[in-house]
């Protein structure tokens, strides 16, 4: 039943309708900040990969978008609690991988395997949502589609996408700066049970310490190397769905 399920979902799609859009991001940040790329040597030419960030702000997948060349799959949240609405069409006409934060999303697992399984590009952010504006640890999403893949993993690092209205709001245009890391994996083991999630807590650590090297040393939160800074970040570990999941 799973592999029908896999073979049903079609790698890429709505080519089209996110190319026009693809072409608006990219106007549309070049009018509203000075938004750099680097590490575009980084990028790999070609799937499976598994693309994670750093998730601060609603515009983040924008950013990613504008920032990687490829045909990119995301998974989200169901409900966009920390975006404006009037932005929240945007992830509905491009088309995203829908989980309802909080409880198991089988259908949305299926797909992103298949996404991968196509040698195609998955976008997912280990946090699993923007309530805090420091690196908080994973949740296991994006671990166990690492695992459970083999797909390669490529880190980015998002910085100043929250200085962008403000600024707009001064006359002046924000400096947003996307770092793009080296790949690194794959993790090669069976995910079989509860016992293996020490192991996926592992992979979900070190994709966020690679993250972390990608911004300013002041967001690291968590996986800073400065004390005071861990310190300041105690609580935003704190998963807003663990006691009532989405839907």
Do not use: C
């Not at 750099?36 to 990028?43: H, R, V, Y």
């Not at 932005?87 to 491009?94: A, F, I, N």
């Not at 952010?125 to 923007?130: M, T, V, Y």
């Amino acid at each position: 039943m799973e592999e029908n399920s896999l073979q049903q979902f079609r790698y890429p799609r709505r080519r089209l309708l996110r190319g026009a859009l693809r072409n608006l991001i990219k106007v549309a940040y070049a009018a509203l900040s000075d938004f750099n790329i680097i590490g575009t040597e980084n990028l790999p030419d070609k799937g499976p990969l598994l693309v994670v960030a750093n998730h601060f702000s609603f515009m983040d997948p924008v950013a990613v978008i504008r920032s990687v060349p490829y045909p990119i799959e995301f998974v989200g949240g169901f409900q966009m609690p920390n975006a404006p609405a009037s932005v929240t069409w945007l992830p509905k006409v491009w088309g995203y991988l829908p989980v309802y934060r909080g409880s198991v999303s089988r259908r949305a697992l299926i797909a992103s395997q298949a996404v991968l399984k196509q040698n195609g590009v998955l976008g997912i952010f280990p946090e699993a949502g923007n309530w805090a504006t420091v690196l908080r640890p994973a949740r296991p999403g994006a671990a166990f589609l690492a695992a459970r893949t083999n797909a390669p993993i490529l880190p980015i690092g998002i910085h100043g996408l929250l200085d962008v209205f403000p600024s707009i709001r001064k006359g002046k245009r924000a400096v947003v700066t996307v770092r793009i890391g080296k790949p690194f994996g794959p993790y090669n083991f069976s995910v079989r049970n509860r016992a293996d999630r020490k192991q996926i807590d592992e992979i979900g650590n070190e994709i966020m310490r690679k993250i972390a090297e990608l911004i300013p040393p002041e967001w690291r939160g968590h996986y800073s190397e400065d004390p005071a800074i861990r310190e300041a970040a105690k609580g935003t570990e704190i998963y807003p769905w663990d006691e009532t999941p989405e839907g």
